[in-house]
């Protein structure tokens, strides 16, 4: 998701867009992403977190694609809505599937060392597609990444549990 914070308004103005259109259109994620927060909330509690979660990252994976296809501002708009989408839909469903595959007791420790560490690797991202696009001229190869790595997550999260955490840390009734 670095990429986007940093990277985004230059695609665009590389698509022909003036800087101001692509913070607009950055602009855009704010939006999408109040509305799939709200709405991954209201269908995670109706069909699963983590099916949802996993469906969150395909997205997040499908606005890559949409993105490395992106000729016009509009088809990148609407590759960021998708992302945008996705954003802040992770987060609380992070935190719930976390929840449900570790128990309560052990979420703030295992939240807080993933939001710890997610900064470095947002940081490397925003840096090595710098470095790519200044080797090659574009970003499509860090959005490639990108969108392996969507896909990755997404399979990842829709495997079942092994229920290794569980046997590495049993809940308690005090856990759950």
Do not use: C
Request: hydrophobic content about 50%.
């Amino acid at each position: 998701m670095g990429f986007v914070n940093a990277h985004f308004i230059a695609f665009t103005t590389d698509l022909g867009a003036s800087a101001v259109q692509g913070a607009g259109a950055l602009a855009t994620v704010g939006i999408a992403g109040l509305a799939g927060g709200l709405g991954f909330g209201y269908f995670a509690d109706r069909f699963g977190r983590r099916p949802l979660l996993s469906f969150a990252y395909g997205m997040r994976a499908l606005g890559y694609g949409v993105l490395l296809m992106a000729t016009s501002l509009p088809l990148a708009i609407l590759g960021i809505v998708i992302i945008g989408t996705s954003w802040t839909s992770v987060i609380s469903l992070t935190g719930t599937v976390s929840s449900d595959e570790f128990g309560l007791r052990r979420l703030g420790t295992i939240y807080g060392t993933m939001f710890a560490v997610m900064p470095f690797g947002a940081s490397l991202a925003v840096w090595l597609a710098g470095q790519i696009y200044d080797s090659t001229g574009s970003y499509d190869i860090a959005m490639w990444i990108s969108l392996v790595l969507g896909l990755i997550a997404a399979m990842a999260v829709a495997l079942p549990s092994t229920g290794l955490s569980n046997k590495l840390w049993p809940k308690t009734p005090q856990t759950e």
